[in-house]
């Protein structure tokens, strides 16, 4: 599809396929700060699991987009290379992982919009951006039961863990706008535009929040910027990590 | 009666039987290996610890993905052990109780830092080559659950020695610069890891027991010895160099030479003197500590559902 | 106060067609969880395609000092295996 498409579809397409690895990519890298901290071995173990997931979804979108660009563009390019405004993941992957209710929260609020949003890509007209959805969907499928059922638990769990809900909820709550502003690169035929699956997610948002004896707030006042680049002081801090190696020796084989 | 019981346990084990849980055991069995399989499970998860360092530093997308699945499988190591030591009558919580109280220890290699990315070769190399060495033995072990763990653990290491040897053999044929680094590694921890084999024999007084009831099978010295042969022929491979100037081939013992041990350091650092012991513990019971909110919650949750289920 | 959560015995079955088999333990609140847990710890390598999961205080089990009375008495009933019989050789297939 790429041959016959004009230079802007493409260059859309190029963005709207890294939007998506760098959605993944910078959750899957917060998600493995916990690897060796977690609440028990058996959740260390699972949230680990969902990390690889988002990284290995990440890559996947990063060599399509690699492969479009050309020019000896590679994942690692796109990981390792860019700074910050180049990035154009949505805000809510880029926060702190806080702690664990922070953490499930922001998972569940992120992989209900990624269940509807890959749930329609399968069926893409790009065959590579379907095939990616198809298989990270069964992948975000599997974090979204799992995450739904960590904020219930907690939300309906104890006194401090209802609180610690209603504190994460707070907080994340105003980031959850931002992953429904559709930039030009999502309103391509090959893209899903987010506005497409907002009923969908408010209604699953909605339906286990209310499980967790929890409130869906009514403040509408949205945090945005981040599929344009304008993040929150956190990217920095964690390309700045991530990247280390790769500035440090410029060129250099691992 | 009690001697009679202890004459059929050690034939069970003389005829290579395995002993299982509800068997009849000695006292003194199963307290060795409550503390032996509890303080392997903690090396597993503390040794999470100095690699998980690097997770948010690897240098590539794929070198990230390795590194943060071999962390995890040691998670699921430490799981297994946990489990194992388990059925012998201990909670896993008052292991980790032993744990962040001191008084239990778990391997000294991990009380060092991880201070570039040529650790993790160094580590998957070394660290992981000596402690297959030792594992694989243990697959053999006269305890049943602890052997069928140890042959999961063994399985699944396997590719942890294999990805840290290829970081260091992609580093030495790098540029100058990593090269050190490589070097580096190999300098800091090569004594540290052949020190994981524990004090000489002749120091480790509970080895005759260990291999009488067939938990142990070979001792720390000749493990030792086996793991110096096969690295002093890897490094060569990889066109570096181990830190030892008296490391040569003896054409008469069949085996690699080697200097002396420093043994003062390695029982400083059992002792808690080692640059990082007091951080990996208090990482540790960090953990521990932060978590219990979550896991009283889930508790709580689990109750509450449980009571409804039975009014319904 | 601060309770462990239970154990439970997980089985697997590694492929459609065969039995689950034990393959360890782990904790979890509740039994959902612990499916779960299994999935995450258990499977990571494509071992299964099916997991049960049994509280471990649940599982009751024979006593090994009564083995003797148990299994012994199978031992001199070689007449219940087929090699037991001679047959001759024109007999190829039984």
Same mark, same amino acid.
């Given at each position: ?11 859309? +397409? ?6 998506? !690895? ?68 949505? +805000? ?29 890509? #399968?069926?893409?007209?790009?065959? #590579? ?25 907690? !939300? ?12 994460? +909820? ?72 991530? #990247?280390?190696? #790769? ?8 | ?37 509890? *303080? ?39 799981? @297994? ?14 292991? @980790? ?8 220890? @778990?391997?000294?290699?991990?009380? @060092? ?49 294999? *990805? ?18 490589? *070097? ?129 | 106060?601060?309770? &462990?959560?239970? $154990?439970? &015995? ?15 333990? $782990? ?19 494509? &071992? ?21 009375? $148990? ?18 050789? &024109?007999?190829?297939?039984?």
């Amino acid at each position: 599809m790429a041959d016959q498409i004009t230079d802007t579809t493409k260059s859309r +397409l190029i963005h709207y396929a890294t939007h998506l !690895g760098d959605n993944a990519l910078i959750l899957g890298h917060r998600n493995s700060e916990w690897c060796g901290h977690g609440p028990v071995l058996e959740q260390d173990i699972a949230i680990s699991n969902i990390a690889l997931d988002l990284l290995g979804q990440a890559r996947n979108f990063y060599q399509y987009a690699a492969e479009l660009t050309g020019n000896g563009a590679t994942e690692d390019t796109l990981a390792y290379l860019r700074d910050v405004p180049d990035f154009k993941n949505t +805000l809510i992957a880029e926060l702190p992982n806080g702690d664990w209710a922070q953490t499930v929260l922001r998972q569940f609020f992120f992989s209900a919009y990624q269940y509807y949003l890959y749930r329609q890509l #399968q069926k893409s007209g790009d065959a #590579q951006l379907a095939a990616i959805a198809e298989k990270a969907w069964k992948e975000v499928s599997y974090h979204l039961r799992w995450s739904s059922e960590w904020v219930i638990r907690l !939300g309906d769990g104890t006194e401090e863990s209802h609180e610690r809900m209603n504190r994460a +909820l707070d907080l994340l709550w105003t980031y959850t706008g931002d992953m429904f502003i559709p930039e030009a690169y999502e309103t391509e035929v090959f893209a899903v535009d987010p506005a497409r699956v907002k009923a969908d997610w408010e209604q699953k948002i909605k339906q286990v929040l209310e499980e967790a004896t929890l409130t869906v707030p009514e403040n509408t006042w949205t945090q945005s910027g981040g599929k344009k680049g304008i993040h929150s002081e956190h990217l920095g801090y964690i390309l700045a990590e991530m #990247q280390f190696l #790769q500035r440090a020796y410029p060129g250099a084989a691992w | 009666m009690e001697k009679n019981l202890e004459d059929i346990f050690q034939d069970k084990i003389d005829r290579e039987i395995r002993i299982e849980p509800k068997d009849w055991m000695p006292e003194k069995y199963r307290q060795t290996l409550i503390r032996q399989i509890s *303080q392997h499970a903690h090396s597993e998860i503390v040794g999470m610890l100095p690699e998980g360092n690097w997770i948010t530093r690897a240098p590539s997308l794929r070198r990230k993905s390795i590194l943060l699945a071999k962390v995890q499988d040691e998670a699921g190591h430490g799981l @297994y052990l946990y489990s194992a030591a388990e059925t012998l009558g201990i909670t896993r919580d008052e292991m @980790y109780e032993q744990l962040h109280s001191g008084r239990a220890k @778990y391997s000294s290699i991990f009380n @060092y830092p991880t201070l570039s990315w040529a650790d993790m070769g160094a580590i998957g190399w070394l660290v992981d080559g000596a402690a297959i060495m030792n594992q694989v033995p243990l697959c053999r072990a006269s305890f049943g659950p602890y052997a069928r763990a140890m042959v999961r653990v063994c399985k699944e290491e396997s590719f942890h020695q294999r *990805q840290g040897f290829e970081i260091l053999l992609t580093l030495s044929r790098g540029n100058e610069a990593q090269k050190n680094m490589a *070097q580096d590694a190999l300098n800091r921890w090569w004594w540290p890891s052949i020190m994981m084999f524990g004090p000489t024999d002749d120091e480790s007084p509970n080895t005759i027991q260990s291999m009488r009831w067939k938990i142990k099978r070979f001792t720390n010295d000749e493990l030792r010895q086996k793991f110096v042969d096969i690295c002093a022929d890897q490094v060569k491979i990889l066109g570096l160099t181990l830190p030892d100037k008296d490391l040569t081939w003896n054409e008469t013992r069949g085996h690699y030479d080697f200097g002396p041990i420093n043994w003062d350091e390695f029982w400083q650092v059992v002792s808690g003197n080692g640059p990082c012991n007091r951080d990996r513990l208090n990482a540790r019971k960090k953990a521990w500590e932060d978590g219990a909110w979550v896991r009283e919650a889930a508790s709580a949750y689990a109750e509450k559902k449980k009571s409804e289920q039975k009014v319904a | 106060m601060n309770k &462990e959560w239970p $154990l439970w &015995e997980i089985f697997i079955r590694s492929r459609q067609g065969l039995d689950h088999k034990h393959v360890g333990s $782990l904790h979890a609140a509740d039994a959902q969880m612990a499916i779960e847990n299994a999935r995450d710890v258990y499977t990571r390598r494509m &071992e299964g395609v099916s997991i049960w999961v049994v509280e471990s205080k649940h599982i009751h089990a024979s006593n090994p000092t009564e083995a003797g009375e $148990l299994y012994d008495p199978a031992n001199d009933k070689a007449y219940r295996h087929p090699t037991f019989y001679d047959l001759p050789d &024109e007999v190829k297939h039984m």
